[in-house]
């Protein structure tokens, strides 16, 4: 029988596909002194940190079943709150405060997931045998960049609508004119996704520009801006803006499917100019466009995303989107909700 976490909002068989996958649940900043609390389809888990190895295990004591969220950390690791056992690295055991001269079991030692840091956050995965990758963001690696991983945005929505949003060019004008776009400036050029073995790509050229950069690089009225879209199945998606003079910013969409009605979004940004801007010009102009989308993503109807193309109505604007679809339902995913 397939394990489910308890009060699981997915079909079992998109939940067991899902878990093969691997997704943001905390930024690597976050996990300091206290155990943090993540949720990552319905999995109740803690991320904590021992001797400088970040753990990610079922948020549960084996002892007798309280959240270790709820308890401390010190450099050893993380600390039940009712009767002080302590987990380290790899989420054994290594202290009984009742009994410290006694070995301790196999048995109290947590449940632990794979765990990988990457673009300044934790990513995890719930399959221990998965075969796939943490997906790929361009420029991360390169020198001479700025690069911040910005705060999470918790939204109450579907990662997959949330993500499709994220690809969506067709709302620029109508929802993105208090950050960088132009209400008056609406039109969207044909443009060809393509698929490719995590999923699909799509380069966008339109004269709707982006981030205020300076002088050198920010566009004029006639500039094309060329958007190219990277779509992981099922939830990650990069964005690379190109700017004037070989300009580049990327931002990723990590969203983190918390349950099928609540998704914590996280978004590394990087970029090859302008590397002196204030960190917190940038994290705030992000939250912004985010924010911009929140009453969308969250009030759309049905919360799941219709795989059968037939159940919604299309635009042309629309051939990411429906690319999106094509693709997670290549992949073996159905409808995602259990109710
Ligand atoms: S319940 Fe955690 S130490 Fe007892
Ligand atoms: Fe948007």
């Given at each position: 029988m397939t394990y489910l976490p308890k009060n699981c909002t997915f079909t079992s068989e998109d939940w067991t596909r899902l878990a093969q996958y691997w997704y943001p649940i905390a930024r690597v900043q976050d996990i300091v002194e206290k155990p943090l609390k993540a949720v990552l389809l319905d999995e109740q888990l803690v991320v904590y940190q021992a001797e400088g190895q970040i753990v990610v295990a079922k948020d549960v004591c084996p002892h007798r079943g309280v959240?270790?969220?709820?308890?401390?950390?010190?450099?050893?690791?993380?600390?039940?709150?009712?009767?002080?056992?302590?987990?380290?690295?790899?989420?054994?055991?290594?202290?009984?405060?009742?009994?410290p001269e006694q070995p301790i079991a196999s048995k109290l030692n947590l449940f632990t997931y794979p765990t990988i840091q990457k673009?300044?956050?934790?990513?995890?995965?719930?399959?221990?045998?998965?075969?796939?990758?943490?997906?790929?963001?361009?420029?991360?690696?390169?020198?001479?960049?700025?690069?911040?991983?910005?705060?999470?945005?918790?939204?109450?929505?579907?990662a997959g609508r949330q993500v499709e949003g994220f690809l969506d060019v067709a709302h620029f004008a109508w929802i993105h004119s208090g950050t960088f776009a132009d209400p008056d400036n609406q039109f969207v050029a044909d443009y060809t996704p393509k698929e490719t073995p995590y999923g699909f790509e799509a380069d966008y050229w339109s004269t709707v520009g982006n981030y205020p950069a300076s002088e050198n690089f920010k566009g004029t009225p006639d500039f094309k801006w060329l958007r190219h879209f990277e779509l992981h199945v099922p939830f990650t998606a990069t964005l690379t803006i190109h700017f004037r003079n070989q300009g580049k910013m990327v931002i990723m969409n990590a969203a983190c499917p918390v349950s099928a009605k609540q998704t914590r979004l996280f978004a590394p940004v990087v970029k090859n100019f302008d590397l002196d801007d204030s960190e917190q010009d940038i994290i705030d102009y992000n939250i912004k466009i985010f924010?911009?989308?929140?009453?969308?993503?969250?009030?759309?109807?049905?919360?799941?995303?219709?795989?059968?193309?037939?159940?919604?109505?299309?635009?042309?604007?629309?051939?990411?989107s429906i690319m999106f679809r094509r693709c997670l339902k290549k992949a073996g995913f159905s409808e995602f909700f259990l109710v």
């Amino acid at each position: 029988m397939t394990y489910l976490p308890k009060n699981c909002t997915f079909t079992s068989e998109d939940w067991t596909r899902l878990a093969q996958y691997w997704y943001p649940i905390a930024r690597v900043q976050d996990i300091v002194e206290k155990p943090l609390k993540a949720v990552l389809l319905d999995e109740q888990l803690v991320v904590y940190q021992a001797e400088g190895q970040i753990v990610v295990a079922k948020d549960v004591c084996p002892h007798r079943g309280v959240p270790l969220s709820l308890g401390t950390c010190d450099k050893q690791g993380v600390i039940c709150p009712y009767h002080g056992l302590r987990f380290g690295q790899q989420g054994k055991c290594n202290r009984v405060p009742s009994s410290p001269e006694q070995p301790i079991a196999s048995k109290l030692n947590l449940f632990t997931y794979p765990t990988i840091q990457k673009y300044g956050l934790v990513w995890t995965c719930l399959a221990q045998d998965t075969t796939q990758d943490v997906p790929h963001m361009p420029m991360w690696d390169q020198a001479d960049t700025q690069k911040i991983t910005c705060p999470p945005v918790d939204i109450a929505g579907f990662a997959g609508r949330q993500v499709e949003g994220f690809l969506d060019v067709a709302h620029f004008a109508w929802i993105h004119s208090g950050t960088f776009a132009d209400p008056d400036n609406q039109f969207v050029a044909d443009y060809t996704p393509k698929e490719t073995p995590y999923g699909f790509e799509a380069d966008y050229w339109s004269t709707v520009g982006n981030y205020p950069a300076s002088e050198n690089f920010k566009g004029t009225p006639d500039f094309k801006w060329l958007r190219h879209f990277e779509l992981h199945v099922p939830f990650t998606a990069t964005l690379t803006i190109h700017f004037r003079n070989q300009g580049k910013m990327v931002i990723m969409n990590a969203a983190c499917p918390v349950s099928a009605k609540q998704t914590r979004l996280f978004a590394p940004v990087v970029k090859n100019f302008d590397l002196d801007d204030s960190e917190q010009d940038i994290i705030d102009y992000n939250i912004k466009i985010f924010e911009e989308d929140r009453l969308m993503v969250e009030t759309q109807k049905p919360e799941c995303l219709p795989l059968d193309l037939s159940l919604e109505a299309h635009i042309p604007a629309d051939r990411s989107s429906i690319m999106f679809r094509r693709c997670l339902k290549k992949a073996g995913f159905s409808e995602f909700f259990l109710v």
